[in-house]
């Protein structure tokens, strides 16, 4: 494999100001005119968080963070972040490495399990751009998924263990693992389900519940639940819903809950409003305790397994 000479980051994107806001979600609806009550409907929920997305400035963040963590082991490379939906876009983001000298790039999707909407779509997208710009773009070499690698799984359970040091110690506390809701053919045909499956379980062992002998450290009580299922949504899709997942853990007596997005890497809508707004309105209306771990973002473990993801491999 080419050593590569630049890296392109793939997120999803999210309006930046309020004035993207409209255009973005219909766009992501496919513009059709009578989804124009579900753009009212999400604009609402836009409008609790702040009116716009903290996505882009976040990915920013972490793409100035990989180049940073690059240059510190010797790999000055440009860092270009491209977004499927709104600017920069994937296009921007491949003239922008071409104009700093990039000839092969490290793709990295920042979607932590595989679907055909998580991964697929990212790829495709990418190669329609690269055609767009012709002989100047950048090839692109792809990193291989990452939702279960190590230095990921123990960013996130950092995270919870944070949460968790925050307050004071109640009673027993049950996490709830959450990644996006897909429609079930999609998961049916992907390892999505069974890769988050796989990194909550990881992570789980390694957030020992409170006040129990270290000798005798179990694992923290955890289930899984998709949320952010799109309103109206036809079809069936993964579950169980969040929503739902919620009200049946309060009617199985637990108490105190800890929502961790193990799905997103850095906070947008779909954390800061399904999760901090709807789901703990739910959950405390239930009598339920409700805290949320911080997603990733700029942990110095899943910074620096970006960074790993972008080197090329050791000689044997």
């Known amino acids: 494999m080419t050593a590569p000479d630049g ?37 609402r929920q836009y409008d609790c968080i702040g009116g716009v997305s903290p996505l882009r400035k976040k ?32 296009g921007d983001a491949l003239d922008d490495l071409a104009r ?14 595989r679907s055909p909407a998580s991964w697929d779509a990212y790829r495709q997208q990418t190669e329609v751009a690269r055609a767009a710009l012709g002989a100047r773009s950048p090839q692109v070499s792809y990193a291989g998924p990452w939702g279960e690698a190590p230095a990921y799984v123990e960013a996130v359970a950092g995270r919870i263990r944070e949460e968790l040091a925050r ?32 990194a909550s379980g990881a992570v789980a062992v390694r957030v020992p519940a409170a006040r129990v002998p270290a000798a ?37 007596g637990v108490r105190d809950v800890v929502v961790c997005p193990i799905g997103f890497v850095c906070d947008h809508k779909e954390v800061l409003y399904d999760l901090d ?5 739910l ?27 972008v080197r090329p491999p050791s000689p044997c």
Request: proline residues 8%.
């Open 167 to 198: 307050s004071e110690p109640g009673g027993p506390v049950h996490i709830v693992f959450t990644a996006h809701a897909i429609p079930y053919e999609m998961a049916h045909v992907s390892p999505y389900s069974r890769e988050f499956s796989a």
């Open 216 to 252: 005798r450290v179990p694992a923290m009580a955890y289930s899984m639940a998709y949320q952010s299922r799109p309103l109206r949504a036809a079809g069936a899709w993964t579950g169980p819903d969040l929503r739902a997942h919620l009200a049946a853990l309060a009617l199985d």
């Open 100 to 113: 700093r000298g990039c000839r092969h790039a490290r793709g990295i999707i920042l979607s932590p399990f």
């Open 59 to 90: 990915t920013e963040a972490q793409a100035a963070a990989l180049a940073d963590a690059l240059a510190a082991s010797g790999m000055r490379l440009p860092v270009a972040v491209g977004m499927r939906h709104g600017p920069p876009s994937i």
């Open 7 to 43: 890296v392109l980051l793939l997120a999803y994107g999210g309006p930046s100001v309020p004035e993207e806001v409209r255009p973005f979600l219909r766009e992501i609806l496919g513009g059709r005119t009578s989804a124009e009550g579900l753009v009212e409907a999400v604009e």
């Open 277 to 281: 707004v709807e789901a703990r309105t």
């Open 283 to 309: 959950a405390e209306s239930a009598g339920m305790r409700y805290r949320r771990a911080s997603t990733v973002e700029d942990h110095p473990g899943f910074i620096g397994m970006l960074a790993d993801l």
